[in-house]
């Protein structure tokens, strides 16, 4: 089964600074998908960026990228210029690409942003 | 409207009582999913429907625990018997298809379930 972990229960970062989120995950599939949500105060879940596994270059969506190590099983999430509206718990979720749809999602990670 | 609905926002209900947790999908989206959401915990997934197809219910923990969905339209969980352990927050996603490419999922923003 596969299994998403993410070892940093809380990060704080100063505001314009950047600050790196980690996600490592388990799976014996090569196709699949990986997320970041955000998720504030307001529980509204926010897909941040993704990734295909099949994609050997890093996705970016402005202010976010990541860094993904397949072979490492590593996603990490990388926020530059950190604003006070970054503030939330950023999951990290798997999703196969076939077979299953069931996301599997990490525990999260709480990111404070200090003004 | 635009987003996935979810109601009620938020449910006190007494140790024993059954509840019911509605989402609305977004119009169109064929796959619906929820999840389980405890205090200070990532989402644990409960059910999806595809379509028509047989629904996927490996998430759910008991068999207090059932959903249904109409169609492409409305969907409920019941928790029937609720124990304290059932306090969470349930959050319901919708997606144009599970199937095929990928296609972004839609949250809705909860129903914060507290169990007395």
């Known amino acids: 089964a596969q299994t998403v972990t993410q070892s940093q229960p809380e990060m704080s970062v100063q505001e314009a600074e950047t600050v790196t989120l980690s996600c490592t995950y388990d799976t014996s599939e090569s196709d699949y998908y990986l997320f970041w949500y955000k998720q504030p105060p307001s529980r509204q879940m926010i897909l941040v960026i993704r990734?295909?596994?099949?994609?050997?270059q890093n996705a970016t969506e402005n202010r976010f990228s990541v860094n993904f190590q397949k072979a490492a099983k590593s996603f990490s999430l990388k926020i530059s210029d950190s604003q006070l509206g970054d503030a939330a718990m950023y999951f990290c979720?798997?999703?196969?690409?076939?077979?299953?749809?069931?996301?599997?999602f990490g525990t999260g990670t709480r990111l404070k942003v200090l003004a | 409207g635009a987003g996935v609905s979810q109601s009620p926002s938020n449910k006190v209900t007494e140790k024993g009582k059954d509840v019911e947790l509605r989402c609305d999908p977004i119009?169109?989206?064929?796959?619906l999913y929820w999840y389980r959401q405890r205090l200070g915990q990532g989402l644990e997934f409960l059910i999806y429907f595809q379509g028509n197809s047989a629904p996927d219910k490996s998430g759910l923990p008991s068999d207090r625990f059932s959903a249904e969905r109409t169609g492409e339209s409305v969907s409920t969980l019941t928790i029937q018997r609720t124990q304290q352990e059932d306090s969470a927050v349930y959050l319901c996603?919708?997606?144009?298809?599970?199937?095929?490419?990928?296609?972004?999922?839609?949250f809705g923003p909860g129903t914060r379930l507290t169990v007395l």
């Open positions: 996603a919708s997606q144009i298809s599970s199937t095929g490419s990928y296609n972004e999922q839609f």
């Open positions: 990734q295909e596994a099949y994609k050997q």
């Open positions: 119009s169109g989206h064929t796959a």
């Open positions: 979720a798997y999703r196969s690409a076939r077979g299953t749809y069931k996301y599997i």
